[in-house]
């Protein structure tokens, strides 16, 4: 059964990105009404104008006439970008490949030497804003590897196609005139503004918005440099969580072994207990270490379901969550944290043998889902806390483990395939 849209556009002659493939030509995969290809044609052709309706706006933030017309003149809409934003490796892969990918030995041993070379900067840091060095070096490895995957793409052009084609134009908008304002400025000089399709720029990864929110001027030369100047690349970085709840001295949270028969419908992001509680009911850190914060709230996360590990996360998951909002690069940082630090690998074992559901099927469950009056929300193939809540609820109505996992057995039974 197929949900998602067929592709009907014909590839056309559509001007390649800078050292990348043109626009496929094709539908997006969402389904998204503004991300067919004949939308997305009509507001590649209302480009220009658009941007100038974007002016007045750009004055009132004191961006001169001058600049605006500089930094616009000649941009042309980068359409490749249609085609990745529905392609976020962090929603589309398994836990496990993900964090595969991340989390090797040659980018721990890139952390430490960061660490090591950088270290006046990182006490210094960790003295004024209460951000410990390892999450910081996690971020910026796994963001960037270390500044070596900053991106190519022109932050402006990125987000100014963003800004006035495809599904998220008023998000974009606001980045696009957050990135107008940096140039204007001069925080950040334009050769250097280079980052992802997304807009993010610099080793590690700063959106526009964000920058203007948190970024510093730590090394004293008057301007906010995230992308060359080391001293504010740490300090915003670390100013960033910081501003967003950071709890200083405390974990992200802990791996922890599910016993037989729990009650998986607790897992869930708004059941909060203290680890205390969890572990009255019979949760367990590996190897019988103790919680050193027992009245700490945490709520429990099974990414892989049942046969995979479980963990506590505690107030600085959270706030990761918020630099980008996708468990699973958070748990990345945060266990990458853990191994700079010293620690080891998770110690229970990933279910490898699942299957992965393809994108196509994530958004056909979500669909069966909805169809069956749970709500997933706007069905778009990520399977967030919301569409594991739907599951569990339908896992426990047919009497499987309510865990949450997307599996293909749990498909299989959506399409009424499977016989109870
Ligand atoms: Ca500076």
């Given at each position: 059964m197929s949900i998602l849209p067929v592709a009907t556009g014909s590839v056309g002659a559509v001007a390649p990105s800078p050292g990348g493939p043109a626009w496929s030509g094709l539908d997006g995969a969402s389904g998204h009404p503004l991300m067919t290809a004949e939308a997305i044609r009509e507001a590649a052709a209302n480009f220009p104008a658009c941007i100038e309706s974007l002016w007045p706006e750009a004055a009132r933030r004191g961006i001169s006439r001058d600049s605006f017309v500089r930094f616009t003149a000649g941009l042309a809409p980068d359409l490749r970008i249609m085609d990745l934003m529905d392609a976020q490796p962090e929603f589309t892969k398994a836990f496990w490949d993900y964090l595969d990918i991340l989390v090797t030995d040659a980018r721990l041993q890139k952390g430490r030497e960061i660490l090591a070379a950088h270290r006046p900067i990182f006490e210094a840091v960790e003295r004024a804003y209460?951000?410990?060095?390892?999450?910081?070096?996690?971020?910026?490895?796994?963001?960037?590897?270390?500044?070596?995957a900053i991106g190519e793409r022109p932050v402006?052009?990125?987000?100014?196609?963003?800004?006035?084609?495809?599904?998220?134009?008023?998000?974009?908008?606001e980045e696009f005139l957050s990135a107008l304002e940096i140039l204007h400025r001069g925080d950040v000089r334009p050769e250097d503004l280079k980052g992802s399709w997304a807009g993010a720029f610099g080793p590690t990864q700063f959106m526009p918005t964000a920058f203007k929110r948190y970024a510093v001027d730590f090394d004293g030369d008057g301007r906010r440099d995230v992308v060359t100047s080391v001293p504010d690349i740490i300090a915003s970085t670390a100013n960033n969580l910081k501003k967003d709840g950071w709890q200083p001295g405390h974990t992200w949270g802990y791996e922890v072994v599910v016993p037989q028969g729990f009650d998986y419908m607790l897992a869930d992001p708004s059941k909060q207990f203290t680890l205390a509680q969890w572990e009255t009911l019979g949760l367990r850190r590996p190897g019988g270490l103790a919680f050193p914060r027992p009245h700490e709230r945490a709520y429990?996360?099974?990414?892989?379901?049942?046969?995979?590990?479980?963990?506590?996360?505690?107030?600085?998951?959270?706030?990761?969550?918020?630099?980008?909002?996708?468990?699973?690069?958070a748990l990345a940082i945060g266990h990458f944290a853990d191994r700079l630090r010293g620690g080891g690998p998770f110690v229970q074992p990933w279910p490898r043998d699942e299957p992965v559901l393809s994108?196509?099927?994530?958004?056909?469950?979500?669909?069966?889902?909805?169809?069956?009056?749970?709500?997933?929300?706007?069905?778009?193939?990520?399977?967030?806390?919301?569409?594991?809540?739907?599951?569990?609820?339908?896992?426990?109505?047919?009497?499987?483990?309510?865990?949450?996992?997307?599996?293909?057995?749990?498909?299989?039974?959506?399409?009424?395939?499977?016989?109870?």
């Open positions: 209460g951000v410990d060095r390892y999450i910081i070096a996690a971020i910026w490895g796994i963001e960037s590897n270390y500044g070596t402006l052009r990125s987000t100014a196609t963003l800004a006035c084609i495809g599904r998220r134009q008023a998000y974009f908008r429990l996360m099974v990414p892989a379901g049942a046969r995979g590990p479980g963990f506590l996360m505690l107030n600085n998951f959270r706030v990761i969550m918020k630099y980008n909002p996708a468990e699973a690069y994108r196509t099927e994530r958004y056909e469950l979500q669909q069966l889902l909805a169809a069956r009056g749970y709500d997933v929300g706007e069905p778009d193939g990520r399977l967030g806390p919301r569409t594991r809540a739907a599951l569990r609820r339908y896992q426990a109505s047919v009497g499987l483990v309510p865990d949450g996992f997307a599996s293909a057995t749990v498909l299989s039974y959506l399409r009424g395939q499977a016989s109870r």
